[in-house]
C-alpha cells in the first residue's frame, strides 16, 4: 500500500477590517499531483471525492474539511494499483458513481465511495452513460481488443494483414450497475437516451455505421456510410430515422441531426423534430451560405438558439452566426453575426444563469454587407473606434520585431475588434456593457460613451482567464474579466475583474488584475484569487462587491487553479485547489467562522427592520423594468445587511405582466438588426418566399417582427406590414410589358423602314418622296472635294491608343459582389486571412455525447489521430 503523507494545518486568521473577533477558518492538505476533478455526492452534498492528474483518489465526508486517500481500494485483478481515468456520476442517484481505470479495471460505488464493487467489463470503457431516472441503468460503449491488437501488430511486426479481427466501436446496456451487460449493437459512432419528456427516457438514440464488416472507419469527415437509428428495445430492431445523419442532439423537447448534404464541399444540413423523432423537418435559416457544423447554444426557453459555422471565403474561421428559432425549433433569424468560436465549437455565448432572457457574447465587431451587396456604413462611434484600435496598432508595431513581441500592445489584429454584448429579450436586441465610471481604486475611468465599453473574455481563452459567469442561486451577480476600452485586450496588464449586481446592466470593477471567482450563500459571498500570478492571499465580499477583504492562506505562494463549492452555490465553505511545484494543494475555507448570524424579515422585505428588498431587473430602457413582457420582482438580501441567507434560503419571487413595446419583439426571417438597434431592416437575402403576384417592379408586404418566445407582453404596440421589393428575378408586370411590348413595335417598324429605304426598289421613293413636283429643278453638289473619312474632316485623334485600351481599363475594375458576413475587408483583414487556412487540430473519433453540445465538423486526418482518442464532436 503506497503512503500518502497529507498535511494538514489549521489556519484562524484574524480579519481585523471586516471586524473585531471574527475570523475565517482556513485547512490546508497536499495531494500527489494536481486535482484534475471534484464530484460532489450525496442529497446533502458533503461527501466529495477528488481525482488527481497521477490517477489518485481521494475521499471527504464533511465537504473538503478532512480527506483520506481511498486509492488502495481499487485494485486490479493482478493485485496492481488501477489509475483512474475518469470519474461519471449519476443523474439518478447523486450517491452512485462510477470510477474508470486506464486500462481495463474498472469499479462503481453506490454509497458515496464508503465501496466499491469491480464491473464485468474487461474492455477499456471510452464512454460510460447513466440513465437519467433509473439509478441501476447505464450505457456503456467500448472499443474491441482487435482495435488495441492492430495498433500493436502493426508497431511489433507490420504485419497488415494479420487477422485479428476487425476493430468497431461497441454498445453495451446494463441494468443492475455492471454485474450483467448485454450487447446493443456495433460500429457505433454516438448515443444517448431518449427524452423523458417525449416518454422515451427508455429508447436509445445513436448513429452507426451501415456496413458492420471490417475494421470501423475513422471519422475524419461528414461520412455518407453513417445513419441516425433509433431502438425502443435494446437493439433487437433498429430503425433508421434520418439516413447520412452524423452528429445528433437531444436538448429539451428538440432533437437535431446533422446530416451530410455534399460529400466532395464537405457541408451539411441540420434537421430538427420535436415529436420525438417521428418527423424531421430542415431548418431554414436566413442566409444561401454553406453550413460546415453547428453548435446548439441554449433551448432552455422554448426556443432554439444555435451558432452555425458556414466557413465562408468572407468572414474570419473563427467567428460564425447566432440564430433564433421559432417555437418549432425550424424557421430561424439572424440574431447576431460573427460570434467568437474555437475550432473545437466551444462559442463564446453564455446564459445569465439567474435571470430569464439574458444572454451575454462576444463578437467580432466588422464591416458588413447589407442584401444588396452593399457595404453597410458604420455608425460614426464604431468607425471612431475602429481608428483608435488602429492607431494604437500602429504605434505597437514600430520597432524590431523582439521590440513588437516584448511591447504589451504588440497583438494580432483580429484581437483588436472583439466586443462583448449583452442582450435583455433573447438576443433580440443587443448592446454594449455600459463601462463603471470609476476604478476598484476611486479614480475616474476615461471612457467616451460613443466609444469606450467593457469587454469580457469569454470560453475560448478560459486557460489565460476567467470567463464571464453567473450561477442560479446568486440572482443578478455576473462577474468577469476584461477592460475597458474600444475593444478586448488580452494583455494581462490591461486586464481587471468586473461585477455586476443588476444582470449585467451596469458594472464595477472588483479588483486590479486577473482573479478566478466564486459564490456563495445565494450570492452573499464572492470569494476571488489571483489568475495570473502565485499568490497566497484570498480576497472576499459579504455585500455583494461594495467592500472587499482580503486574508493570507499560507507563508508560501501556489499557483490557484480554481475556487469550487457545492452545485448549488448556497454554502459558506469553499474548496481552493491550485499547485505547489509538481504537488496539488487544496484549502478547505470556512466563513461560518466569521460568526454571522441568518437574516431575517424575508416575507417584509424594504421594511427598516427586514435585511432584505425586492429588486426588479431591467434593460435600462423603461421605467418600468419590464423584461420577456414582465415585471418580475426578487428578493435579496440588503446590501448593507452583515448577515448570512443560509442553505435552506427560498428566494420569494412576483410576476406581473407588462404592455408590448418593440423591445418584446425580434426580427422576423429575412430582416436584421443591428448592434445597439431596434429597428429591423429588410435584408433582401431571399428568405422571404415571394407571392405568385410579384412582379420585377412591383412590392409586396410583410411583417418584419415576430414576438420573442417565452415572451408574455399584452396588448400595446404590435408590429405592421410593411412592403418590401419582389425579387428582381420574378416576372415583369402589366405595365412593364406594355412599355416594353410598345418599344419593340416601335423598334420592329423602324427596322422595317431602314430596310424598305436600303432596298433598290424603295429607295427612290424614300429618298425623293415629296418632291415630284420639283422635277425640272437642278441641284448643285455642296463642296466638290469631299475627304475620304471622317477623321479627315475633323483632324487626328492623338489620343486613339487610349480609346482603344478604355476597356480593358474597366476590365481590371469590375465591381466585386459582397457577402454579409464578410463585409468589405480592408488591410485590418490580412492576419485574418492567414488564419483561414489554418486547420483544426485533429483528435479523432467522436463515439459519443458529450457534455458540450456541438455537432461540429471532423476536422481532417493527420497523424495526430492515430493515439485512439476519439474527439468528442456533439
Request: proline share 4%; charged share 25%.
Amino acid at each position: 500500500m503506497q503512503t500518502l503523507i497529507i498535511f494538514l494545518r489549521v489556519a484562524f486568521l484574524f480579519l481585523g477590517a471586516c471586524s473585531e473577533g471574527k475570523k475565517v477558518s482556513v485547512k490546508e492538505v497536499v495531494f500527489d499531483s494536481a486535482v484534475s476533478d471534484i464530484q460532489w455526492l450525496g442529497t446533502d452534498q458533503k461527501t466529495v471525492l477528488v481525482q488527481t492528474t497521477k490517477g489518485r483518489l481521494y475521499r471527504s465526508v464533511n465537504g473538503g474539511d478532512a480527506w483520506k486517500d481511498i486509492s488502495d481500494q481499487l485494485k486490479g485483478l493482478d493485485g496492481t494499483q488501477v489509475v483512474v481515468g475518469h470519474l461519471v456520476k449519476s443523474p439518478a442517484e447523486t450517491s452512485t458513481i462510477m470510477v474508470a481505470g486506464t486500462k481495463h479495471d474498472h469499479y462503481i460505488t453506490d454509497d458515496g465511495g464508503a465501496t466499491f464493487r469491480r464491473i464485468r467489463q474487461k474492455a477499456s470503457i471510452h464512454t460510460f452513460l447513466f440513465h437519467k431516472t433509473r439509478a441501476k441503468w447505464a450505457l456503456l460503449s467500448a472499443w474491441t481488443d482487435a482495435c488495441e491488437a492492430n495498433k500493436n501488430a502493426i508497431k511489433k511486426s507490420g504485419d497488415d494483414d494479420a487477422d485479428i479481427g476487425p476493430c468497431s466501436h461497441m454498445l453495451y446496456l446494463t441494468k443492475d450497475l455492471g454485474k450483467t451487460f448485454t450487447l446493443v449493437t456495433s460500429y457505433v459512432v454516438q448515443f444517448s437516451w431518449g427524452e423523458a419528456t417525449q416518454r422515451q427516457q427508455d429508447c436509445l438514440y445513436f448513429t452507426h455505421f451501415r456496413k458492420k464488416k471490417g475494421d470501423q472507419p475513422r471519422l475524419y469527415m461528414w461520412s455518407e456510410h453513417i445513419d441516425f437509428s433509433y431502438s425502443d428495445d435494446y437493439g433487437k430492431v433498429i430503425e433508421s430515422l434520418v439516413p447520412n445523419g452524423n452528429k445528433f442532439l437531444l436538448s429539451n423537447n428538440f432533437i437535431f441531426v446533422a446530416k451530410l448534404k455534399d460529400t466532395k464541399s464537405q457541408t451539411v444540413t441540420l434537421m430538427c423534430s420535436i415529436d420525438g423523432g417521428a418527423n424531421f423537418r430542415q431548418v431554414q435559416l436566413p442566409q444561401d451560405l454553406d453550413e460546415k457544423s453547428y453548435t446548439v447554444l441554449d433551448t432552455s426557453e422554448g426556443a432554439v438558439m444555435i451558432h452555425v459555422h458556414h466557413d465562408s471565403t468572407e468572414a474570419p474561421s473563427n467567428v460564425g452566426n447566432v440564430y433564433i428559432s421559432d417555437a418549432q425549433g425550424v424557421r430561424y433569424t439572424l440574431s447576431l453575426p460573427n460570434n467568437v468560436r474555437s475550432s473545437h465549437g466551444e462559442c463564446e455565448f453564455d446564459k445569465v444563469l439567474s435571470l430569464e432572457g439574458v444572454y451575454m457574447a462576444n463578437f467580432k465587431d466588422m464591416p458588413r454587407a447589407d442584401g444588396d451587396g452593399k457595404k453597410e456604413g458604420i455608425s460614426s462611434k464604431k468607425a471612431d473606434a475602429l481608428k483608435d484600435a488602429e492607431d494604437l496598432e500602429a504605434q505597437a508595431s514600430a520597432g524590431t520585431e523582439v521590440d513588437k513581441r516584448r511591447t504589451p500592445k504588440a497583438k494580432a489584429k483580429d484581437e483588436s475588434i472583439v466586443r462583448t454584448v449583452i442582450s435583455f429579450d433573447k438576443g433580440g436586441v443587443w448592446s454594449y456593457l455600459k463601462p463603471p465610471a470609476v476604478d476598484s481604486r476611486g479614480a475616474k475611468i476615461e471612457c467616451p460613451p460613443d466609444r469606450c465599453w467593457l469587454h469580457l473574455h469569454g470560453i475560448t481563452n478560459f486557460q489565460n482567464y476567467a470567463p464571464f459567469y453567473s450561477t442560479e442561486n446568486a440572482v443578478g451577480i455576473i462577474m468577469g474579466t476584461g477592460n475597458v476600452g474600444p475593444y478586448l485586450r488580452f494583455e494581462p496588464d490591461q486586464t481587471n475583474t468586473f461585477l455586476s449586481r443588476d444582470g449585467g446592466l451596469t458594472w464595477s470593477e472588483s479588483h486590479k488584475g486577473a482573479f478566478i471567482y466564486e459564490f456563495g450563500d445565494h450570492g452573499g459571498l464572492v470569494i476571488m484569487a489571483d489568475d495570473v500570478r502565485k499568490t497566497k492571499q484570498v480576497v472576499f465580499s459579504w455585500n455583494e462587491g461594495q467592500s472587499w477583504y482580503d486574508f493570507e492562506l499560507s507563508d508560501i505562494p501556489l499557483e490557484v487553479d480554481n475556487i469550487v463549492t457545492e452545485p448549488s452555490a448556497t454554502s459558506t465553505k469553499f474548496l481552493l485547489y491550485g499547485t505547489r511545484g509538481d504537488t496539488g494543494v487544496m484549502y478547505h475555507l470556512d466563513f461560518e467562522a466569521l460568526g454571522q448570524s441568518l437574516c431575517k424579515g424575508v416575507w417584509a422585505a424594504d421594511s427598516v427592520s427586514s435585511d432584505y428588498e425586492t429588486w426588479m431587473p431591467s434593460d435600462g430602457k423603461g421605467t418600468e423594468k419590464c423584461m420577456l413582457g414582465r415585471q418580475v420582482s426578487y428578493t435579496r438580501r440588503k446590501q448593507t445587511s452583515e448577515c448570512f441567507n443560509g442553505e435552506k434560503f427560498e428566494r420569494p419571487t412576483s410576476r406581473k405582466n407588462c404592455a408590448c413595446t418593440e423591445e418584446n419583439f425580434e426580427c422576423e426571417m429575412g430582416f436584421t438588426r443591428e448592434v445597439g438597434s431596434i429597428d429591423c431592416k429588410f435584408a433582401n437575402d431571399g428568405s422571404i418566399p415571394a407571392p405568385d403576384r410579384c412582379t420585377s417592379s412591383s412590392n409586396f408586404n410583410v411583417v418584419g417582427h415576430r414576438k420573442v418566445i417565452g415572451d408574455s407582453c399584452e396588448g400595446g404596440w404590435q408590429p405592421q406590414k410593411v412592403a418590401v421589393p419582389c425579387p428582381a428575378n420574378s416576372r415583369m408586370s402589366r405595365g412593364g410589358m406594355s412599355v416594353l411590348g410598345t418599344i419593340a413595335v416601335v423598334a420592329a417598324i423602324m427596322g422595317a423602314v431602314t430596310f424598305l429605304s436600303r432596298s433598290e426598289k424603295f429607295k427612290g421613293v424614300f429618298a425623293n418622296y415629296g418632291f415630284d413636283a420639283y422635277g425640272d429643278v437642278k441641284y448643285a453638289t455642296i463642296g466638290a472635294r469631299t475627304p475620304e473619312t471622317g477623321l479627315d474632316s475633323c483632324g487626328t485623334r492623338f489620343d486613339a491608343d487610349f480609346i482603344d485600351n478604355d476597356q480593358d481599363d474597366f476590365d481590371d475594375d469590375a465591381p466585386q459582389l459582397m457577402a454579409y458576413t464578410g463585409g468589405g475587408r480592408d488591410d485590418r483583414d490580412r492576419d485574418r486571412d492567414r488564419d483561414r487556412g489554418r486547420r483544426d487540430v485533429p483528435r479523432g473519433v467522436d463515439t459519443a455525447s458529450a457534455a458540450v453540445p456541438r455537432l461540429s465538423k471532423p476536422p481532417g486526418k493527420s497523424s495526430a489521430a492515430n493515439d485512439g482518442d476519439e474527439l468528442d464532436l456533439l
